[in-house]
């Protein structure tokens, strides 16, 4: 039963076999929530209409975590109430609409024979997978296809193009500084970096010493439309992972913004410093959370570059926080979106590491001795969450260094975190954590033993196993797989400079215990059922 609210969501142009017949027909996609991109402005209202579409396939091509669903689910019907209140006519097809077909290609489909639209248009979208099948359904009926650039990003796709040509080894430092002089952010006028030096990471390596006190990000209260998604997400997928009980999303435009005036104001000026730090219990921290509110297109990069430029500006933070926060922002995140598109669909299918193995029940239950393990995945469960390192160096480093397939660990960030589309997960898991790209995303694989999360966390103090320690029952199982990687991949990183150091610390360690090793990790691999 539907909400009153719920009861004004834009209703369908066609119902019950009536035709409405339109010029063109704009689809609108999930992650594509702001109205200010360039294809609604050519539409005339009067005579164009927006298609939006809940499907089923969306949810379950990977299984999704439940707070994922909600949130696109509750931003879209959010976002087509904001321009049906704007005067555009919607095609809104909701999930648990009796004609909805559950797919892209017939629910496309079905909206150009109800209408009869001499075009269709669409921004252009953020998988592979959901380009190919808007082009092919709109094949399918014979209707012509305008397709328009995503001006949301900052570098267009053939300038990304222009950029890689000629590039054997494409790095994420030089692409980031050639944005930085070319938005002038963080510049100065002699035209050298603000500070007068570009990267602060020594700065921003540094771990917390006691409990953390924190001023919870902002989180907006589900409304009744937010509660009515809520309700329909239990019924429809109750087996999917995760739990509901704490969804804090922002689902509009307006509380994505004060969700990053919350940042700037309470976490900016921290977020530099322990941007690598790890804490039981803590799942924020200082960071932002504003990548879903970004990945939707809630949010603007360039709003949030200059809010936090302008917080260092008037003293409200240091450069290095700022610097920290821009770079993931018009470095990283760029970076990571030219990739995807540069390397085409293939990519996906990149496994250079030669890894084949399961991905552990633990990754959806939580359930799992490693304190560390348990906490990183305990947050995603409960909030489709995790910051980069925990991304990184927790999930993603356990998956790189027992030999878990690239593919299948992407395929777990994709569904699980709220944050999460194919653009910026693919590169990130496959070729940033898992190294699956040869060297393509990451100039060396982000492998490292137990001790590195000890030294950025306190999950090793009260965990049964003892990051020091190699073999043995109590040998943490990250510092007995990150050996046993070494191992198995000396020929493939014996000449990356980056990896020279490790590779003779691995040859300090006798035969012996190099066999010990190699017998430990099988046989945890066993135990976890990789």
């Known amino acids: 039963m539907l909400s009153q609210t719920s009861k004004r969501l834009p209703q369908t142009l066609a119902k019950s076999g009536t035709h409405v017949a339109v010029e063109r027909l704009a689809i609108i996609m999930g992650d594509q929530l702001n109205d200010d991109a360039p294809l609604l402005g050519k539409l005339d209202k009067s005579r164009d209409a927006v298609l939006m579409m809940e499907v089923e396939e969306e949810s379950t091509h990977v299984p999704s975590h439940k707070q994922r669903i909600v949130l696109f689910l509750s931003a879209m019907r959010h976002f087509a109430t904001h321009l049906a209140n704007k005067g555009y006519r919607m ?18 489909e079905r909206a150009v024979k109800q209408l009869r639209p001499n075009r269709v248009l669409y921004t252009h979208p953020g998988e592979w997978r959901v380009k190919k099948t808007i082009d092919e359904a709109a094949q399918a009926v014979r209707v012509p296809v305008e397709v328009h650039a995503d001006h949301h990003f900052l570098v267009s796709l053939s300038e990304f193009g ?20 070319r938005l002038g952010v963080l510049m100065q006028n002699n035209g050298q970096p603000e500070g007068d030096t570009w990267n602060f990471d020594p700065m921003n390596r540094q771990a917390f010493k006691d409990q953390p006190h924190i ?17 329909l997400v239990n019924e429809r997928f109750p087996h999917h992972p995760g739990s509901l009980e704490t969804f804090c999303w922002p689902v509009t435009r307006t509380q994505a913004l004060r969700a990053l005036k919350d940042f700037v104001a309470n976490r900016l000026a921290n977020f530099g410093a322990y941007q690598d730090a790890m804490w039981t219990n803590e799942p924020f921290l200082y960071h932002s959370a504003l990548s879903t509110s970004l990945n939707l297109k809630l949010l603007a990069p360039l709003e949030c570059v200059v809010q936090a430029t302008k917080a260092y500006q008037n003293g409200q933070a240091p450069l290095n926080s700022v610097e ?27 496994n250079s590491l030669n890894q ?13 001795d490693m304190t560390c393990m348990r906490q990183a995945i305990g947050q995603v469960l409960s909030y489709g969450y995790g910051h980069h390192i925990q991304r ?8 790189l ?25 693919l590169p990130n898991t496959l070729g940033m954590v898992m190294h699956a790209d040869n060297g393509l995303v990451g100039s060396k694989p982000y492998a490292a033993s137990g001790k590195y999360i000890q030294r950025m966390s ?27 990687f070494l191992m198995q991949n000396r020929k493939r990183l014996q000449h990356n400079l980056r990896m020279r150091m490790a590779l003779r610390n691995l040859d300090r360690i006798s035969k012996k215990e190099l066999s010990a090793i190699s017998a430990q990790a099988d046989h945890r691999r066993q135990e976890f059922g990789i």
């Open 356 to 368: 084949h193995g399961m991905l552990p029940d633990f990754y959806w239950t939580g359930q799992t």
């Open 401 to 425: 260094i027992a030999g878990v397939s690239p593919q299948l660990i992407s395929d777990w960030y994709l569904g699980m975190y709220v944050d999460a589309v194919d653009w910026v997960t």
């Open 215 to 231: 001023k919870k990000p902002y989180s907006p209260k589900p409304d009744a439309m937010t509660k009515d998604v809520i309700r």
């Open 458 to 484: 306190n999950y090793c103090s009260n965990c049964p196993y003892d990051p020091g320690l190699r073999t043995g029952q109590q040998a943490c199982p990250f510092t007995t797989f990150y050996w046993d």
């Open 162 to 181: 222009d950029w890689m040509t000629g590039r054997k080894q494409p790095v994420m430092e030089h692409f980031y500084r050639a944005q930085r002089r």
């Open 324 to 350: 920290g926060f821009v770079r993931q922002i018009i470095g990283w995140r760029e970076f990571i979106h030219g990739i995807y598109w540069h390397e085409g669909p293939t990519y996906r299918d990149r």
């Open 91 to 108: 095609h809104y097809v909701q999930l648990e609409d009796s004609s909805n077909t559950q797919s892209f290609t017939s629910e496309i």
């Open 392 to 399: 990184l160096m927790v999930t993603g480093n356990f998956a």
